[in-house]
């Protein structure tokens, strides 16, 4: 059976894939600045003789064919990029790169997505069709790589029938996965907000316009955008993670500098919403005596799971892994650029579970302590290499 034939591939090349992933780990980049580990992947695929190009400055595109005709392609997807973290993991393949860290698992995406080329190599003569193996740069920085590699022609020569990632998930236990159809993630965009007012001593406030309390007065009234504006139907944050006065105990200072983010899962209201949110903060500086300079960075659209797609992708899951190592998933309202092949072809983005309570392999990702089990890579190899031909129709 094919199943039998990957779970043995998959298990003959863990330790390699494992290497693979810790030297990555070990040799972290950040977004836009992958240049050694776009190197190491184009290493690695010629070493099974798949041809590649490189696209987006530092992605790289794989193509394979099986030996049988057929114009169905399937793209498979993995980041490669890191996050400015300093890691305090207390392991071998510890981060050798100050201050950058592979804290949301694209070490594991990558490694696995090349365990999968090796697997398929070995296994051209299974499958008719091609597998576009996505190699893609800066998923954590706008405008994202998949934005890039998009516009650059990743989805033609050939155009895929079905785009597929998969992402690592700490509150999924090793050897499950994890999938929603329909709308998953949410989109995301960047606010930063500038309040002006006049500066002075602390003890004379009537001689001055204090960006402070013109800037509080904003933070909270900008949350009934969600409370009392948004369609209860559509999922929507508001959050304010960065405020600078700089002021002191007696100075009121000039002005106020405001940073945010707002997320939702319907792009008509979220154009309402970056409407609303300005004009309400400009109305409030202006009523109180100050000025508010109101700019939002479109970033990521929401990421949707192709329904037809999903559930087969789903079923092919649940025929490797069995029924019961097959969950659902939650709405989620981080973001990914995944979202951009979503919006522009059938996409399934689905969870791979890394987490091992017996091992403390439990932290979320975007800390220091992040690291998975690293048994979930035979999974995720396999897995992906099942999913692959048999939405080739093999």
């Given at each position: 059976m094919?199943?039998?034939?990957i779970?043995?591939l998959?298990a003959e090349i863990r330790?390699?894939?494992?290497s693979?992933?810790?030297?990555?780990?070990?040799?972290?980049?950040?977004?836009?600045?992958?240049?050694?580990t776009?190197?190491f992947?184009?290493?690695e695929?010629?070493?099974?003789?798949?041809p590649?190009?490189?696209?987006?400055?530092?992605?790289?595109?794989?193509l394979?064919?099986?030996?049988?005709?057929s114009?169905?392609?399937?793209?498979?997807?993995?980041?490669?990029?890191?996050?400015?973290i300093?890691?305090?993991?207390?392991?071998a393949?510890i981060?050798k790169?100050?201050?950058?860290m592979?804290?949301?698992?694209?070490?594991?995406?990558?490694?696995?997505?090349?365990g999968?080329?090796?697997?398929?190599?070995?296994?051209?003569?299974e499958?008719?069709?091609?597998i576009?193996?996505?190699?893609?740069?800066?998923?954590?920085?706008l405008?994202?790589?998949?934005?890039?590699?998009?516009?650059e022609?990743?989805?033609e020569?050939?155009?895929?029938?079905?785009v597929i990632?998969?992402?690592?998930?700490?509150?999924?236990?090793?050897g499950?996965?994890?999938?929603?159809?329909?709308?998953?993630?949410?989109?995301?965009?960047e606010?930063?907000?500038t309040?002006?007012?006049?500066?002075?001593?602390?003890?004379?406030?009537?001689?001055?316009?204090?960006?402070?309390?013109?800037?509080s007065?904003?933070?909270?009234?900008l949350?009934?955008?969600?409370s009392?504006?948004?369609d209860?139907?559509?999922?929507?944050?508001l959050?304010?993670g960065?405020v600078?006065?700089?002021?002191?105990?007696?100075?009121?200072p000039?002005e106020?500098?405001?940073?945010?983010?707002f997320?939702t899962?319907?792009?008509n209201?979220?154009?309402?919403?970056?409407?609303k949110?300005?004009?309400?903060a400009e109305?409030?500086?202006?009523?109180?005596g100050?000025s508010?300079?109101?700019n939002?960075?479109?970033g990521?659209?929401?990421?949707?799971n192709?329904?037809?797609?999903?559930?087969?992708?789903r079923?092919?899951?649940?025929?490797y892994?069995?029924?019961?190592?097959?969950?659902?998933?939650?709405?989620?309202?981080?973001?990914?650029d995944?979202?951009y092949?979503?919006?522009?072809?059938?996409?399934?983005f689905y969870?791979?579970?890394?987490?091992?309570?017996?091992?403390?392999?439990?932290?979320?990702v975007?800390t220091?302590t992040f690291?998975?089990?690293?048994?979930s890579?035979?999974?995720?190899?396999g897995l992906?290499?099942?999913?692959?031909?048999?939405?080739?129709?093999?």
């Amino acid at each position: 059976m094919l199943k039998d034939k990957i779970q043995i591939l998959a298990a003959e090349i863990r330790d390699e894939v494992i290497s693979n992933r810790r030297h990555l780990h070990q040799n972290p980049e950040l977004s836009y600045k992958e240049f050694q580990t776009s190197a190491f992947v184009a290493a690695e695929l010629d070493k099974l003789s798949i041809p590649y190009q490189k696209m987006a400055n530092t992605g790289i595109v794989g193509l394979l064919s099986g030996t049988k005709h057929s114009d169905l392609v399937v793209a498979l997807r993995a980041d490669m990029d890191a996050l400015p973290i300093t890691e305090l993991n207390k392991v071998a393949y510890i981060s050798k790169n100050p201050g950058v860290m592979h804290a949301c698992g694209h070490d594991v995406h990558t490694s696995s997505l090349l365990g999968t080329a090796r697997i398929l190599a070995q296994l051209k003569d299974e499958f008719a069709g091609t597998i576009k193996f996505i190699f893609q740069p800066a998923e954590e920085k706008l405008p994202g790589g998949a934005s890039l590699m998009i516009k650059e022609g990743v989805l033609e020569n050939p155009k895929p029938d079905a785009v597929i990632g998969q992402h690592v998930m700490p509150l999924i236990d090793c050897g499950k996965v994890g999938f929603r159809s329909g709308k998953y993630m949410a989109s995301t965009d960047e606010i930063y907000v500038t309040v002006h007012g006049k500066g002075g001593h602390g003890a004379q406030p009537h001689q001055n316009i204090d960006p402070v309390v013109i800037t509080s007065h904003i933070i909270i009234a900008l949350q009934q955008i969600v409370s009392r504006v948004a369609d209860p139907k559509f999922p929507s944050v508001l959050s304010f993670g960065k405020v600078i006065a700089n002021g002191a105990t007696n100075v009121i200072p000039n002005e106020v500098k405001l940073e945010g983010t707002f997320r939702t899962m319907d792009e008509n209201w979220r154009k309402q919403a970056h409407q609303k949110m300005k004009k309400m903060a400009e109305g409030i500086a202006e009523a109180m005596g100050g000025s508010c300079d109101f700019n939002i960075v479109v970033g990521y659209p929401f990421l949707v799971n192709e329904e037809k797609l999903t559930a087969k992708v789903r079923a092919y899951a649940e025929g490797y892994l069995g029924k019961e190592n097959v969950e659902d998933l939650d709405i989620w309202m981080a973001a990914e650029d995944f979202a951009y092949y979503s919006q522009v072809a059938d996409a399934c983005f689905y969870r791979l579970g890394t987490r091992n309570e017996e091992r403390g392999i439990t932290s979320s990702v975007h800390t220091p302590t992040f690291d998975v089990d690293e048994k979930s890579l035979e999974v995720s190899t396999g897995l992906m290499a099942y999913i692959a031909i048999k939405q080739l129709g093999n």
